[in-house]
C-alpha cells in the first residue's frame, strides 16, 4: 500500500521548513565558538548591530539563564562564561537578508581566554584533567544518576559474579574496539522559522521528530508556558535522531521577540556538521569468558562514550548502550560500565540505534574471534547463546515475543550460510542484534465526519519512515473503512493530542496502540448510536465496507455516514474516539542496575544479518557483494513501507561500516561537507535482501512491533566477520577503510592500529 | 553591483527577470520564484536534491548561475506532470515505495527523466551509474532502482 | 558569495578584452562547478566574472590528420564522454570521464574549466598529458601554445597570466600500436582520486619492447606529474612482470603524495605502485591489440 504522502512528495508540492516564507520574514545565522574551551571575557556586537539590514543581535546576556539538556541540565542556548566546543553557539543575529545575517557574524568581536583543552575521553577521565563542567554535581538529572570528574554519566549493570565466571571458563578473550563519529547527515537541514503575536503567543514551524520536546524544551528554556507556545511540524526530510531536540528553534523565538517580525534560521550543510550533534565515537573493551563448548559464561565491558562539550543525549546513548554491550545472549555473570564523557568537541547527539551501533560492533566482532579460537560456527555459538522467550535481559527484564533464533535461521538460510565458497577472498560474516521500542506516552484522536470520512489527529510525525500510512491501515482495519477515505493531520501541538516523538522506534508500538484504541473508541459509539437507529443491541452490530449492521444480516444496514449526520445533527453527538497508550514500565533487576536512564522497555526487536564481501588484497578494498537482512518486528502493517525502512537502515550501517567517520583535529571537524564526508551513494550500495520474520507481538497493535533501528547496528560486525573469513585478518577500528584492510593483509603488525 | 536582465523558460512558461549576478539557479526557483519543489542539500553540487533539467540535461542548480539560465529551458519537479496527469516515473516512485522522507525525491525524478529520455531501455549498472550524483540518506537505494527499471516503456 | 559584476561576452575576443581590462579581479567562467564552490566558500571573490560559456564554437571535439584531436576549451565532460569520434580513437579519455564526478556535473563542467582549476588531483590532465596535448592560450596581446605537461605550476595555478584565457587543446595523433589508460583509487565510487595513473605506452611490435611511453601522476604532487624515472626504466625495454614490478615500484618512490583524509602517504605510495602495474600492463595489452 502506498504512503499517504508519496504525491505530494513526488511532485514537490510538500512543504519542508527551509520551503517556508512569511511576509516580513528575516534570516537568522548563527556565530559559534572558534576555541575547543575557553572563557569568553566580552562579546562586542555593536558593529553588528549597526550594519544596515541587521534588525537584532542576541548574546546569553539577552536570554533567560537556564540550563536545559534532556538529559542534564548543562547547557545554556548561547554560551554564557564558557565555551565547551569548536561550534558551540555564541550569538544570533536576524537581518533582512542571508548575505547581511553573514556580514554581521563577522563584525560580532568575541574576546575569549583560552583553557586547556582535553580532546580524549580516556584523558578526561583521569583524576587531573581539567574539569569541563565545574558545576556537575549541581546539574539536574530526570534519573538518578552517578556523576564525576567529567565523567557525566557512570552506568552500571550487574548480575551474578563475572570474576567467578572468569575463573571457571575454559578460555578468555580480551578485546578492545573504537569507532568513530557518524553524522545523520538527513537531506533536508535544520530549519525553523517562528513568529511571535502580540500576547507574546509563540508559534513555531519546524523540520523536528519530536515537536512536543521542541514544545516543552522551549518553554523551559525561554520560561514561556506550554499553552503559549505552538510548533507546527511540516514535512521532515529525515532525522534519524538528530531532530528530536532543540536546534535552532529557540534562535528563530528569539529573535522573532526582539524583533516583532518572522525569523527563520536554515542551517547549512557545513553548520550541521559542525554544530548539530553526531553519533557519539566510543572505545569499548569486551572480555568473555567461555566453555569449552562456547557457552558464555561471563562478560564485562567497558563502555567509554565521548559525548562532546555537553551531555545532550549521551547518558541516554550509554545506558541504552549498556544493556545491550553483552549482546542478545544468555550469560549468568555480566559487569557493563558504561561512561558518558565530557571532551572539548562536537557536542554528540541521538542516532538511529543510538549506544548499540558501536556495542554491536564489539560483541557481534568478538563473537567471532571466539568461535573462530574454539574452531565453532559463527552462527551456531550465537544460536547455542541467544537468548528466548522468557529469558532475561541484561537489566532482568523478562522478555517476550524474542524472535532472535528465527531472524539468525532466516538470515543463515537464505544466504546459504554453510556453504562454503570457492572464490578466493570471498567471505560470509553474521551478526545480530537486540533493541527495543522506547515506552512514554502517545494519545490520538479520531474523528468520523459527517460524510463518514475520518480525520486522525494524532501528534506523531511521519519523518519518512511511513507512520502516518500505518496508522491510518490500523485505523481502517479497526473501524471497517477504506484506507482512502482517512486523512491524517500534521502534527500541531496546539491541536493534535500529546505524543513522545517519533523516536527509539517507539511509534508503531506506542502510537499504534493509542491509535487502535480510539479507533475502536469510535466504533463504539457508531454501534451505539446505530443500535437506536437500527433497533438492536450494539453487541449484535458489526462494521463491514462502511455500513454498520447486525451481525449476518448486512442487506439492512446503516451506513456510517448517516449514522454520524444523525449523531451531528440530530441526537447523540459527533463522534470523536480516544486513545491513551502509556506502557508500564516493565519491572527489572533494580539491584543490579544503577545510574540507568532507561533500565526496561515495552517490547523488543531482534534481527539477524549476513554479508557477503570480496577482499581486493592489492588496495584493501571492499566490495560488498550481498546482504541478507532478517527482521522480527511482529507483524509488518505495510510490508513495502518495512522494507525500505530496513534497506536505509542498512544502507546507513554500510556507511558507519565503511566510509563515513567525521574527523576531528584539536576540536575542529576537518570535513563538513559531503565531499570529504562520505555518505554511500547508489553505486555503494549492494543488493540488500529483507525478510521478515517473528510472530505477532502480544500486546503491540496487530501484533506489530518496532522496525526502524536496528538494520544501522547490523552491517558492520557482518562485514568486519565476512572480511575475517575472506583473507584472514580483523579491523577492530571503524570505518573499515581500505588502508586498513590494506595493511593489516599486507603487514600482520601494522593490524589493530 | 548591477542587476542583469535574465529571460528563460520555466516548465514551459516564459519569465522575464532582473536578478543579482550572484544567485544561483537555486535560489532563484525556490525564493524568488516560490518554487520550492527543487531542494537544496548541501549547496556544493554533492547531494543533486537541486537537480533541474537545463534544457533536457540533468544538472545542479545549485552550482549553476541563475543568469546561466538565460534564453534556456528550464524543467523543475513541478512541471514535470502534464495538466492533470503525473509522469510515470512519479508513479513509479509512488507504488514502489521509493520514497520515504522525500528530499531526494525530486532531484532523483528528473535525473531518473534525463536518464530514460536519453536511454529508455537502461541496464541497472547504467542506472547506477546514471544516479551516483544523488544521495539519499532514507531509502537505501533499492526502491529507487527498482522504480526506474519499472518505467522502462 | 560576494557580489560582483557580470560579463557574457559574445565572443573570445571580447573575453580577452574584458579579461585586459580587469585583470585579477576579474574570473573566468565556463560551467563553473569548480569556480562556483570556491566562490561560496568565499575563497575566491572575483569583482567582475566573465562567463564564456555561451561563446558559439569553442565546444567542438574534431579531428584533423594534422593536428590530432582538437577538443575545443567549452566541450564538456559529457561532450567528451559520449563522442563518438573519441569513442572510436582515444577511448580511454572516453573511459576515464566516466568516472568523473557525477552526470550533472559532467554535463556543465568544461575540460577548460576542469584544465584552468588545476586541481592536481584532477582527472582530466593525467592522460592528456600522457598524450602530448598542448593547449593554445589566447590574450589581447597574441596568443602562445604550451605543452599541457607545462601548463600547470603549483595548487591550483598555472602559468595563465591574468589576461590570458585558454582557448583550445589540441592532441597530437595517437602513434601506431599505441595505448592508453588512466586508473585511480578512491574510496567510493565517482569521488575524485586518492591517486590516480595515467599510462600511455608506444609499443614496436618488431623488436617487441616498448618504444616510447608515459606515466603521468594524479594526486601524487602540486601539479599531474610525470613519473620520469619510472618511465625511463621501462622506455626500449621488455615489458614483462618482473620489469612492470620494478617500474611501478619506481614510481611509487617518484610519487610525492601527502597523507590527508584520503589516506596516509604510505598507503598512498602502495596505491600508486599497484595502479601503475595495472596501468602498464593495460596500456601495453591495447598498444598491442591495436
Redo the contacts between chains.
Keep these: 500500500m502506498p504512503r499517504v504522502d508519496g504525491l505530494d512528495k513526488a511532485t514537490g508540492r510538500a512543504v519542508y521548513s527551509p520551503d517556508m516564507e512569511l511576509p516580513h520574514m528575516l534570516h537568522g545565522k548563527i556565530l559559534t565558538s572558534t576555541y575547543p574551551h575557553a572563557r569568553i571575557l566580552n562579546i562586542d556586537v555593536s558593529k553588528a548591530e549597526r550594519l544596515t539590514g541587521v534588525k537584532a543581535v542576541i548574546t546569553a546576556r539577552d536570554t533567560p539563564d537556564v540550563a536545559w539538556g534532556f538529559m542534564i541540565k548543562d547547557q545554556p542556548l548561547l554560551a554564557r562564561d564558557k565555551v565547551r566546543y569548536i561550534g558551540e553557539p555564541l550569538a544570533v543575529v536576524a537581518a533582512s537578508g542571508k548575505d547581511v545575517a553573514e556580514e554581521a557574524l563577522d563584525l560580532i568581536e568575541v574576546e575569549y581566554e583560552e583553557l586547556k583543552a582535553t580532546f580524549d575521553p580516556e584523558e578526561a577521565m583521569k583524576p587531573d584533567a581539567p574539569l569541563i563542567h565545574e558545576g556537575l554535581e549541581a546539574y539536574t538529572t530526570f534519573w538518578p544518576s552517578i556523576r564525576y570528574g567529567n565523567v557525566c554519566s557512570h552506568v552500571k549493570i550487574s548480575r551474578g559474579d563475572v570474576e567467578k565466571g572468569f575463573k571457571e571458563a575454559f578460555r578468555i578473550f580480551e578485546d578492545r574496539f573504537t569507532t568513530q563519529m557518524q553524522h545523520q547527515c538527513y537531506l533536508e537541514t535544520h530549519a525553523s522559522l517562528a513568529t511571535v503575536d502580540l500576547g507574546g503567543k509563540v508559534t513555531v514551524w519546524t523540520s523536528s521528530q519530536a515537536p512536543f520536546s521542541i514544545r516543552s524544551e522551549l518553554a523551559e528554556t525561554l520560561r514561556i508556558p506550554l499553552n503559549k507556545i505552538r510548533v507546527i511540524a511540516t514535512q521532515t526530510g529525515g532525522g534519524f535522531g538528530g531532530k528530536t531536540d532543540i536546534s535552532v528553534e529557540p534562535y528563530c523565538v528569539l529573535l522573532a521577540q526582539k524583533t516583532n517580525r518572522p525569523v527563520k534560521i536554515t542551517l547549512s550543510r557545513k553548520e550541521e556538521f559542525t554544530i548539530s550533534g553526531p553519533r557519539h565515537a566510543s572505545i569499548i573493551e569486551l572480555k568473555t569468558g567461555v566453555k569449552r563448548d562456547g557457552t558464555i559464561i561471563s562478560r564485562q565491558a567497558k563502555l567509554i562514550y565521548d559525548t562532546g562539550g555537553y551531555a545532550g543525549p549521551g547518558p541516554g546513548v550509554a545506558s541504552l548502550g549498556s544493556t545491550y554491550a553483552v549482546g542478545p545472549y544468555r550469560i549468568p555473570n555480566i559487569k557493563v560500565d558504561a561512561y558518558c564523557v565530557y571532551t572539548n568537541k562536537t557536542n554528540c547527539g541521538w542516532m538511529r540505534c543510538p549506544g548499540v551501533v558501536q556495542t554491536n560492533f564489539a560483541s557481534e566482532s568478538q563473537m567471532d574471534i571466539i568461535a573462530k579460537d574454539l574452531g565453532k560456527d559463527p552462527l551456531d555459538l550465537r544460536l547455542r547463546n541467544a537468548v528466548e522467550d522468557g529469558d532475561l535481559s541484561p537489566t532482568g527484564q523478562v522478555l517476550h515475543n524474542v524472535g532472535l533464533k528465527a531472524s539468525l535461521q532466516k538470515a543463515a538460510q537464505q544466504s546459504g550460510w554453510g556453504k562454503k565458497t570457492k572464490e578466493k577472498n570471498r567471505g560470509k560474516g553474521i551478526s545480530c542484534v537486540q533493541y527495543e521500542s522506547l515506552g512514554m506516552a502517545s494519545s490520538a484522536l479520531v474523528k468520523v465526519n459527517e460524510d463518514g470520512t475520518i480525520n486522525l489527529v494524532i501528534g506523531a510525525v511521519d519523518i519518512g519512515q511511513g507512520s502516518s500510512t500505518i496508522l491510518a491501515q490500523m485505523v481502517a482495519e479497526e473501524l471497517g473503512v477504506p484506507f482512502e477515505e482517512i486523512s491524517v493531520s500534521t502534527v500541531d501541538t496546539e491541536i493534535t493530542p500529546f505524543d513522545t516523538g517519533t523516536i527509539g522506534d517507539r511509534v508503531t508500538y506506542n502510537m499504534g496502540n493509542a491509535v487502535r484504541m480510539a479507533a475502536a473508541d469510535c466504533r463504539q459509539q457508531l454501534l451505539y448510536l446505530a443500535s437506536s437507529m437500527l433497533e438492536a443491541n450494539p453487541a449484535d452490530l458489526k462494521i463491514s465496507d462502511k455500513l454498520i449492521h447486525a451481525k449476518g444480516v448486512p442487506e439492512k444496514g446503516v451506513p456510517i455516514s448517516e449514522v454520524s449526520m444523525a449523531g451531528h445533527y440530530f441526537k447523540g453527538g459527533p463522534i470523536t474516539g480516544r486513545g491513551v497508550f502509556f506502557a508500564e514500565p516493565p519491572a527489572y533487576d533494580q539491584k543490579g542496575v544503577e545510574g540507568h536512564a532507561f533500565p526496561s522497555a515495552p517490547i523488543h526487536t531482534f534481527a539477524a544479518q549476513v554479508a557477503e564481501v570480496e577482499v581486493n588484497p592489492k588496495n584493501g578494498k571492499v566490495r560488498i557483494l550481498r546482504i541478507i537482512s532478517a527482521h522480527d518486528l511482529g507483524f509488518a502493517i505495510n510490508p513495502m513501507l518495512a522494507e525500505g525502512q530496513i534497506e536505509g537502515a542498512v544502507a546507513m550501517g554500510i556507511g558507519y561500516a565503511m566510509t563515513e567517520r567525521l574527523v576531528e583535529d584539536k576540536g575542529n571537524i576537518v570535513n563538513p561537507n559531503f565531499s570529504d564526508y562520505k555518505i554511500p551513494n547508489i553505486l555503494d550500495v549492494p543488493k540488500i535482501e529483507v525478510f521478515l520474520v517473528g510472530e505477532k507481538a502480544k500486546d503491540g497493535p496487530f501484533g506489530a512491533k518496532g522496525l526502524g533501528n536496528p538494520g544501522v547496528a547490523l552491517p558492520a560486525p557482518a562485514i568486519a566477520n565476512a572480511i575475517e573469513d575472506a583473507v584472514g585478518i580483523r579491523i577492530k577500528d571503524l570505518p573499515i577503510t581500505p588502508e586498513k584492510v590494506f595493511f593489516a593483509k599486507i603487514s600482520p603488525d601494522e593490524r589493530g592500529r | 553591483?548591477?542587476k542583469?536582465s535574465l529571460q528563460l523558460t520555466i516548465n514551459g512558461e516564459p519569465y522575464e527577470l532582473t536578478v543579482?549576478?550572484?544567485t544561483?539557479l537555486a535560489e532563484l526557483l525556490?525564493e524568488e520564484l516560490?518554487?520550492?519543489?527543487?531542494?537544496?542539500?548541501?549547496?556544493?553540487?554533492?547531494?543533486?536534491?537541486c537537480?533541474v533539467l537545463?534544457d533536457g540535461?540533468?544538472?545542479?542548480s545549485c552550482?549553476?548561475?541563475a543568469?546561466?539560465a538565460?534564453?534556456k529551458e528550464i524543467t523543475?519537479?513541478?512541471g514535470?506532470?502534464a495538466k492533470g496527469d503525473?509522469h510515470p516515473l512519479?508513479?513509479a516512485?509512488?507504488?514502489?515505495?521509493?520514497?520515504?522522507?522525500?528530499?531526494?525525491?525530486?532531484g532523483m525524478?528528473l535525473?531518473a527523466k534525463?536518464?530514460l529520455d536519453e536511454n529508455p531501455h537502461p541496464t541497472e549498472e547504467e542506472v547506477?551509474?546514471?544516479?551516483?550524483?544523488?544521495?539519499?540518506?532514507?531509502?537505501?537505494?533499492?526502491?529507487?532502482?527498482e522504480a526506474i527499471l519499472s518505467v522502462r516503456p | 558569495m560576494r557580489n560582483f559584476e557580470y560579463f557574457r561576452p559574445d565572443t573570445i575576443e571580447e573575453a580577452c578584452f574584458l579579461l585586459s581590462k580587469y585583470k585579477e579581479k576579474a574570473k573566468v567562467i565556463a560551467g563553473g562547478q569548480s569556480l562556483l564552490i570556491l566562490m561560496k566558500e568565499r575563497l575566491v571573490n572575483p569583482s567582475y566574472l566573465i562567463d564564456i560559456k555561451e561563446i558559439p564554437d569553442l565546444d567542438y571535439i574534431s579531428y584533423d590528420p594534422e593536428e590530432g584531436l582538437r577538443i575545443g576549451v567549452l566541450a564538456t565532460h559529457r561532450q567528451i564522454e559520449t563522442s563518438n569520434l573519441i569513442q572510436e580513437r582515444f577511448n580511454f579519455l572516453s573511459e576515464m570521464e566516466k568516472k568523473v564526478a557525477s552526470v550533472q556535473i559532467r554535463n556543465m563542467g568544461t575540460l577548460g574549466g576542469n584544465l584552468c582549476h588545476a586541481d592536481p588531483c584532477g582527472d582530466l590532465a593525467p592522460p592528456l598529458i600522457g598524450m602530448g596535448a598542448r593547449v593554445k592560450i589566447v590574450s589581447s596581446r597574441g596568443e602562445r601554445s604550451v605543452l599541457l605537461e607545462g601548463f600547470f605550476t603549483d595548487y591550483f595555478e598555472t602559468v595563465l597570466e591574468a589576461d590570458e584565457i585558454l582557448a583550445k587543446i589540441q592532441i597530437p595523433d595517437i602513434s601506431p600500436h599505441t595505448g592508453g589508460i588512466y586508473l585511480k583509487h578512491n574510496l567510493r565510487e565517482a569521488d575524485p582520486a586518492v591517486v590516480g595513473v595515467a599510462a600511455v605506452i608506444t609499443a614496436d611490435p618488431l623488436r617487441g619492447i616498448c618504444q616510447d611511453l608515459k606515466i603521468v601522476l594524479s594526486a601524487c604532487a602540486s601539479t599531474p606529474m610525470r613519473a620520469r624515472r619510472a618511465e625511463g626504466a621501462l622506455k626500449e625495454k621488455q615489458v614483462e612482470g618482473n620489469r612492470i614490478k620494478e617500474v611501478s615500484q619506481i614510481a611509487s618512490e617518484e610519487a610525492n603524495p601527502i597523507s590527508d583524509l584520503g589516506g596516509s602517504e604510505r598507503y598512498k605510495r602502495a596505491m600508486v605502485k599497484i595502479l601503475t602495474e595495472e596501468a602498464i600492463k593495460q596500456a601495453w595489452d591495447r598498444a598491442r591489440s591495436i
Design positions: 553591483m548591477s542583469k543579482e549576478p550572484r544561483t525556490r516560490h518554487l520550492t519543489g527543487t531542494k537544496e542539500g548541501c549547496g556544493i553540487g554533492m547531494c543533486g536534491a537537480t537545463l540535461k540533468a544538472i545542479k552550482l549553476v548561475l543568469l546561466k538565460n534564453g523543475t519537479i513541478e514535470l506532470a503525473i512519479q508513479k516512485f509512488i507504488d514502489h515505495g521509493a520514497i520515504q522522507c522525500g528530499y531526494c525525491t525530486p525524478i535525473s534525463a536518464l547506477r551509474m546514471a544516479m551516483a550524483g544523488n544521495l539519499c540518506r532514507c531509502t537505501g537505494y533499492v526502491k529507487i532502482l
